[in-house]
C-alpha cells in the first residue's frame, strides 16, 4: 500500500471516529429526552432540541466528507460506486487499518440501533401523552358544553360524561 492510500485510510478512520463521537452525543441526549419530556420545561425542550440538531447538522456534514473520501479510496483500489461500502473497502488496507475500520463499522452500527430504538421510544410515549392530552380536552369538552339528554328516538342519552360545569358563587 503506498503513502497516499495509507493516509486516506487514516483519514477515512479518523472521520469514523469523529462520526462516532457525534453520534454518541444524539445517543445520550436521545436516553435523556424522556426526563425533559416529563419535566414540561419549555427552556429545557428547545435545549433538548437544538443539541439534537446540532448533532444531525454535523453528522450529515461528516457524512459527506466520509462519502467523498470513501470514493477517492473507491477510485484508487478500481472499485465502483455503487459497490463503495466500508466493508468493501477494509480487505484493501493494511492490517491496522482493517481493525479500526471494522472496530468503527460495529461502534457506529450499534450507535445508530440503539438512536433508532430510543428514538422509537420517545415517539411512542410522545404519542400516548398526545392522546391522554386529547381525551381530557374532550372530557372537559363535555362537561363544559354538554351533548343532547334526549336522543331523536324520545330515549335518554347514556353518556356519563355528559354534564354541566356550575359554579355555586353568588
Known sequence: MNTEMHALYDSLISMLREEIKVFGVLHDSLMHEREVLTKASLDDLYASNAAKENCILKAGMLEEGRSRLMGRIAAAIGLSRRKMTLSALVPYGDKRQQQELNECRST?????????EKNEDNKIFLDDSLS??????NFLGQLVYPGATY????????????????????
Open 132 to 137: 391522554s392530552v386529547q381525551k381530557s380536552v
Open 151 to 170: 336522543l331523536k328516538s324520545g330515549r335518554l342519552t347514556g353518556s356519563a360524561f355528559n354534564g354541566r360545569l356550575v359554579s355555586r358563587e353568588g
Open 108 to 116: 457506529l452500527r450499534f450507535l445508530l440501533s440503539e438512536i433508532q
